[in-house]
């Protein structure tokens, strides 16, 4: 399996609802660092998985809204606890769509899946994966 991972980094404020979270029931702020990586049996006729640009480019189109925002005010997310995990699977759904919009400068058939994994600090991260 051959992978070409993007990364970026997004500032963000969220709260949480729920005595799991403890403390984090207040809002607080996290730098996370968006890893994506992009996945394929084979490599292209160019000998590459996809474009790294064009990869960088959607990545940074999905994180752009969320960039110092307070997640609780974003409608999309109402409702919802911003979590990590949550956050993984909702920027590899935007990926996803580029992919299959043939975005990445790939067919997205031609991809195997794509991993997203978010680090909240140098100790704790969480990934999503799934077939585009």
């Known amino acids: 399996m051959f992978a070409v991972e993007v990364r970026d980094h997004v500032m963000i404020a969220h709260s949480f609802k729920g005595a799991l979270f403890g403390p984090a029931q207040a809002l607080h702020g996290a730098t996370f660092v968006i890893d994506a990586a992009f996945l394929a049996e084979t490599l292209d006729e160019n000998g590459v998985v996809i474009d790294i640009g064009r990869a ?3 990545l940074k ?3 752009e809204p ?3 925002k307070n ?3 974003v409608p999309e997310f109402a409702g919802k606890n911003t979590t990590t995990e949550f956050l993984t699977k909702h920027v590899h759904d935007h990926l996803a769509k580029a992919a299959r919009e043939n975005r990445l400068g ?3 058939g031609e991809l195997g899946a794509i991993r997203v994994t978010i680090s909240e600090s140098h ?3 969480a990934w999503y994966e799934d077939k585009i």
Do not use: M, P
Request: charged share 40%; glycine share 6%; aromatic share 6%.
């Open 56 to 58: 960088h480019e959607a």
């Open 61 to 63: 189109e999905v994180l």
């Open 66 to 68: 969320l960039n110092y």
């Open 71 to 73: 997640l609780d005010d």
């Open 106 to 108: 790939r067919k997205g």
């Open 123 to 125: 100790v704790a991260r």
